[in-house]
Each structure stands twice: as C-alpha cells, then as structure tokens.
C-alpha cells in the first residue's frame, strides 16, 4: 500500500467515533489529557494542583453532593455532605472549617441526592428523598367563651334588650320632650345602664368588662370552658343594639371597641366557606381607646410545617464559622386550611431549590412554589380575604402529560423549569405576580433528573441516558424561528460517555464542559468549544485520566477546575 501524505491543519477536533474515512483530519479516535483550544491548537491539560487532604475516607464519597458557595472574589467555599455529614471547607486553601450542627444530622441522609442555593451568606439544602409534613400536634389554642354587646344607634324612647341564657334584662331611654335629656341618649351611656343591669341581675357565673359603648362577657373563674347563649334586640329594627359570639357575617358591623385579643368569625357569604377570615382585637396597648381588628389564624387547627422534613439552612457566621439548622419556616398567621392552605409542596419531595425574583423557590411534584417575595421563610398568604401581589405563588403544570419538574434554572431572561420530558417557562409579564403568573410549555425534550443542567455563558447544556450511555446536548435560541431548540454535541460521539453523569460543569472562556461519569470515576471527560456569534466553529470531545483517583465533585474556582 503506498503512503499516503496529507496536510492536516489543526488537531482541534477532538474525538470522534465516526469511520475512519468520514472523519475530519482534525479529529482522533481518543484524546487523553489534551486541551483543544481554539487560537493555540492541542495542548496538554494543565497539571493537578494539591491543595489539601479533605477526608481520610473514601467510603461513598462516589455519592458525595458538592456545593460551591463563592462569596466574593476572595472567599469562596465547598460544601460536602456524604455519609449523613455535611463538611464545609475553603475551596483555596482546602482549609476545613468549623461547622455546627444545634439540631443534629438526621435530615442528611438521601437516597436521591441533595440541592442547594445559596442567597447572601446563608444556603438552602433540600433532601430530594424527604418528605415535606405538617406539625400534626401543634394548634393555635381556642379561646374561652366570649360574646360582645354594642350600642351602635341611641335614640329617646327606646327599650334595648340584652339576654344572657334565659335571663333578660333591659333598659328604656328617656324621652325626647325635656331638652335636658339629651345628655342621657348616647352609645356609652346606654352602654353603662344595661353593664349596670348585667351585674346586678344578670345570671351568676359571668363576667362583665364595659368598653366604651360595648360590654365584653365571658365567664366567670370556675365556669371559663362552661358555653353560653347571648342575644340582643331593640325598638329600631334592632339596629341600634348588637350581639356578637363567634361569628358576625360582615366586618363592618364590628364593634370599635372590645375586649384585647377577642376572636370572631367573619362569615361572609352564608352559602360558602371560602370567603370566611378570622379576626381578632388589638387595643395598641391603650385599654379603652379604639382599636383594630387584625386577621388572624383560624384556632384550634394545625397551623405549622414540620421543620424537621424542610429544607435546612447552612448560615455563614460573621466570625467564619458556620451553622447547619433547621430553617424556622414562618406559620400560617391568617385564615385556615380551606382559604390559606398548606403549600402543595406538603407530602411531595422537593427536588429543587431556587431563587428567582426575589422569592425562594421548591419544585415539588408538578408544581413550583415560590415564597412571598422579598420573605424567603413565609409560604402562606397574607390575608384570607384579598391577595396580593407579593404573596406566594405555588401553581400547577397543567398541561396533557405528566410533567415532575427536577430542575429550574435562569435562561434567556425568563425562569426556565425542566421535568424529564418538557421545558416549561415561568410567564408572569413585568411583576411575578400570583394574579399574572402562568406556565408555558416551550419544548418536550427527554433529558435525565439526576443531573442539572447548566448554563454556560449564554448557553445551555443537558443531558439525557440513551442505552446506557449519556448523550449531552445544547439548547439554544433559533435565530430563523426565535424559538427554542436543541442539538446533540455527541452525535459523533454516540457511545462515548458510558453510564450515567454525575457532575456536569462549564467555563465560558475558554469555552469547556467537564462531565463526571459515574461508571469512569477515575476521569473528567471534557468538549471544548467555540462559537463565532451564534456560529459554533469548533466542538472537541476528550477525556482526563486521573490513572488510580477518583473525582467527587467538579467546579470551577478563579477559571480553574
């Protein structure tokens, strides 16, 4: 055979599994710890550096979840939870630091991995394996007994009735025709006569408290949890008298005046239960004075997350050190579990956590949930009876197919949430809103859960296991249509990555992705990259071979791996 000369101009190609005759010349059939840089050709990759022994245990460390926390350009931190521990070291020096734990390790045990993100100097961890419960014991306590009279008409010659039981008494304004009068024929005086009557010929066993123009009564000591019965009448139509115990069906005809911390039912609608709010009475500390009703809890029902099954919290100190707690998830303050229900995360593992548009974020199941904006702890709404713009937003994929969303990331300007089989976009117009929020579905693409894509630059990159063997792809906006699309970078490589992916990380500059494999635990396998525009001119697939090691985790730290 003779020899065959060629020029071959570069060595940028990278591998391909192509035959031989339908390669470039720039590609190989392997390519071991090269670097494929476009502008300085085929180099070597640069040589490990070490920085500090991290554990003297490798037992399951394969399985150990990495979180970069960069704080600044200067401090920038590893977080490693393997073996139900969670470590924290400097990712310079390799430097361990002091780590405590007030509530123990238990929620750091996963059979499906951990997610993280971290705001300012604190980070959110979720258990993608535990299941999020209620406090089933904890209740707000019911009060004792109670009612409220209040005049809120006088008028001459008038009778007012008020019955406690089977007892009633009453009391009969002046008449008009003597100017002198007039000062008898007010809110509170009439007020102060039947108070007068109560006490001395009301039924025993009660306590009278006069207001202003209303009479606060609830039982007396011995008799607290004995209920009872009040009513209340007058010669207008009975509208110059009330009676309140328990519930009143219109906020405006609350009294002005009542009792510190009483508690009603504002029934609203008689036929529905959805429109009904609690409200309880605040006297600013001012006995007597006016004060406000404020919305409040529905008592004697359960009200709190069970912090235990939550995402926890790891909090940089101020000195350096750090603290893994329990995250002290704000209650439901207002309403009940009919008009402020519990978040649909409750009984759904959540698989992710976020921060979008200043609001924490879970995926749960089919749905996303995001916390009050600008309140990362609160997941309840404000009010009962109105919703705000701020408040939390927990919606549904509504859509044909079954969608269990695994990953959210930020993309193109727009909050982009990934399941298995779909790409769905959080829609909300100038204010993320959960009167505006929507979910759009954009593309269907399979793609694996277990590892998150990630966002390179302007671009985006996933992963999907065919056969037992990864194929990565890039996802991109079509300049012709402006709609998303994606295209394999592996479609020459078709068997290259074996198994399933473990860590999946990308640098811009140079372009470059690392991707740890779970069945080549000894190697990085990376694809360099170069796009003129929106042109890609170079895509070179290679490996890294760490010959007897095994690789944990990968990230990138100041540009270097």
Not at 187 to 205: E, F, H, M
Not at 243 to 270: C, H, N, S
Not at 375 to 382: D, E, K, Y
């Amino acid at each position: 055979m003779p020899l065959i000369s060629q020029v071959v101009d570069n060595l940028l190609g990278g591998v391909s599994q192509k035959p031989t005759p339908s390669r470039s010349p720039s590609e190989c059939t392997e390519q071991v710890n090269g670097m494929a840089l476009w502008g300085k050709g085929l180099i070597k990759r640069p040589p490990s550096k070490y920085v500090g022994k991290l554990t003297s245990t490798t037992t399951r460390m394969a399985e150990a979840f990495v979180h970069p926390i960069n704080r600044d350009g200067v401090e920038r931190y590893h977080v490693i939870i393997s073996n139900g521990d969670l470590k924290v070291y400097d990712a310079v020096t390799g430097t361990a630091k002091t780590v405590t734990y007030p509530n123990g390790k238990t929620y750091l045990s996963s059979s499906l991995g951990f997610r993280a993100v971290t705001i300012g100097d604190v980070t959110f961890i979720t258990n993608r394996s535990t299941i999020p419960a209620t406090d089933a014991v904890s209740k707000v306590a019911a009060r004792v007994p109670e009612a409220i009279v209040f005049i809120r008409q006088a008028d001459f010659s008038t009778t007012y009735y008020v019955k406690v039981n089977s007892t009633t008494i009453s009391y009969t304004t002046r008449d008009g025709t003597v100017p002198t009068n007039r000062p008898y024929i007010t809110t509170d005086y009439i007020a102060q006569q039947l108070y007068n009557l109560l006490v001395s010929s009301g039924p025993a066993g009660f306590s009278y408290t006069l207001i202003g123009s209303s009479i606060y009564i609830t039982r007396s000591i011995g008799y607290t949890t004995v209920d009872f019965t009040v009513a209340a009448s007058d010669g207008l139509a009975d509208q110059a008298i009330y009676a309140v115990k328990g519930t009143i069906q219109r906020f405006e005809d609350l009294p002005g005046k009542a009792k510190q911390g009483m508690y009603l039912e504002v029934t609203g609608d008689p036929g529905s239960q959805y429109d009904d709010y609690y409200v309880t009475y605040d006297n600013n500390s001012a006995d007597g004075q006016v004060g406000v009703w404020r919305e409040t809890v529905k008592v004697d029902e359960i009200y709190k997350f069970d912090y235990t099954t939550l995402p926890h919290s790891l909090t940089r100190n101020a000195e350096g050190t750090f603290t893994f707690d329990q995250v002290t998830w704000r209650n439901r303050e207002v309403g009940s579990a009919v008009t402020n229900p519990y978040a649909s995360f409750i009984g759904k593992p959540i698989k992710d956590v976020f921060f979008h548009k200043g609001r924490l974020g879970f995926l749960a199941g089919e749905n996303v949930i995001l916390s009050q904006a600008a309140s990362v702890t609160n997941f309840w709404r404000q009010s009962a009876k109105e919703l705000y713009d701020n408040d939390l937003i927990d919606i549904t994929a509504a859509f044909p197919r079954v969608m269990n969303f695994h990953t959210f990331l930020e993309w193109n300007n727009v909050g982009l949430l990934w399941a298995n089989n779909a790409q769905v976009t959080i829609d909300a117009g100038d204010v993320l809103s959960p009167k505006t929020v929507g979910l759009t579905l954009i593309t269907a693409l399979e793609n694996q859960s277990a590892i998150r894509p990630i966002v390179v630059g302007g671009r985006l990159f996933f992963a999907q296991i065919l056969n037992l063997v990864t194929r990565v792809s890039e996802y991109y906006i079509d300049n012709q249509t402006g709609k998303p699309r994606a295209r394999d970078i592996t479609v020459d490589q078709p068997t290259y990555l074996q198994g399933s992916p473990v860590a999946m990380v990308g640098i811009d500059t140079p372009g470059m992705l690392a991707i740890l494999m779970d069945g080549k635990r000894n190697s990085i396998f990376t694809y360099d990259f170069k796009y003129d525009g929106d042109q890609q001119i170079q895509g070179a697939w290679g490996h890294w071979d760490f010959a007897n090691g095994r690789v944990a985790g990968l990230d990138y730290v100041a540009g270097s791996l």
